[in-house]
């Protein structure tokens, strides 16, 4: 489907679905590859702009056929093909949930976590940076001034991040088996990061408000 010609972006589609031709049937055979629903290859690089505009086209496919549709059947593949268009938009504009789901794309099954020497003493390093982070930003609301001491906190943890989806970009850009296993671990890293973001935001509201 990749390079525009897909069913939902040609200017005369590919499958006729006139009468009551079932094409919330259609996207659910999708389901296996969210990529190919937007006809949009499958790689962790994406244009985050001409995804909006291929999750549009299939909406509006879906809408403009749900009346016909629902007076051939029950309507309940309907609602489960717009969930799945909605979930697959979803994962594929965040970088950690389109990084995860390449990684599960690549390798169907993770394997048994077993490490070398330089496994090992990254994973050790990831563990002592996360215990830092969550002690820093316990120490942050203890400061004079806690607002400021969280906003440093934020700034570190944006530059991290970046730091993360650079070296989420290089590793899957050529997914060997050894690649999207230390992927996995970047992804996890990245989503401890976001969940102390989170915190943080919460803490520096919290701290806005009292001011």
Request: hydrophobic content about 40%; aromatic content about 8%; proline content about 4%.
């Amino acid at each position: 489907m990749v390079g525009g010609t897909g069913l939902w972006f040609c200017a005369t589609p590919a499958v006729d679905f006139t009468g009551c031709a079932p094409i919330a049937s259609v996207v659910l055979s999708y389901a296996k590859n969210y990529f190919e629903l937007f006809d949009l290859p499958t790689r962790f690089a994406l244009d985050l702009s001409l995804l909006g505009e291929r999750y549009r086209a299939v909406v509006r496919r879906l809408r403009n056929e749900a009346i016909p549709a629902l007076q051939c059947a029950d309507g309940s593949e309907f609602a489960q093909a717009q969930c799945l268009v909605d979930e697959a938009y979803r994962t594929l504009k965040d970088p950690v949930s389109r990084a995860q789901y390449l990684c599960g794309l690549f390798s169907v099954e993770e394997e048994p976590r077993c490490f070398g020497n330089e496994a090992r003493d990254r994973i050790g390093t990831s563990l002592m940076e996360r215990i830092e982070l969550e002690e820093s930003l316990v120490a942050a609301t203890n400061r004079s001034d806690p607002a400021a001491a969280v906003a440093t906190v934020l700034t570190r943890l944006a530059e991290q991040s970046a730091a993360l989806d650079k070296e989420l970009h290089a590793l899957l850009a050529d997914p060997s088996p050894e690649r999207v296993s230390a992927a996995r671990e970047v992804v996890r890293q990245l989503q401890f990061l976001g969940r102390c973001r989170r915190d943080a935001e919460d803490r520096l509201a919290e701290l806005c408000v009292r001011d």
